[in-house]
Nanobody, 116 residues
Framework: QVQLVESGGGWVQPGGSLRLSCVASGLPFNARRMRWYRQTPGKERELVAGISSNGHIRNYDDSVKGRFTISRNNAINTVYLQMNSLKPEDTALYYC?????????WGQGTQVTVSS
């Protein structure tokens, strides 16, 4: 079955950096677009960044452009989210997402907390 496992979250001060990783299994990773979402309590999950299957096309929410970079390594079925210049408003549970057929798959999430 499809599994997505995120890691790399934690606590960081404003202006700091974190790199999230998501390892995928059970799907043809190099043929799937991958996405990172985030969610805070009481709010809907929002799309942060997406990357095409070959990594050539990347898109970002306006709130993270210039600060976050999405990348992937198809040899090890992993997608990354490098987060720089973090702000308190980036605090959220971050999820990795893939679509297989008509089903959305999600990891368990990794918590990112930005505070002083």
């Amino acid at each position: 079955q499809v599994q997505l496992v995120e890691s790399g979250g934690g606590w960081v001060q404003p202006g700091g950096s974190l790199r999230l990783s998501c390892v995928a299994s059970g799907l043809p990773f190099n043929a799937r677009r991958m996405r990172w979402y985030r969610q805070t309590p009481g709010k809907e999950r929002e799309l942060v960044a997406g990357i095409s299957s070959n990594g050539h096309i990347r898109n970002y929410d306006d709130s993270v452009k210039g600060r976050f970079t999405i990348s992937r390594n198809n040899a090890i079925n992993t997608v990354y989210l490098q987060m720089n210049s973090l702000k308190p408003e980036d605090t959220a549970l971050y999820y990795c997402n893939a679509i297989q057929g008509i089903i959305d798959y999600w990891g368990q999430g990794t918590q990112v907390t930005v505070s002083s």
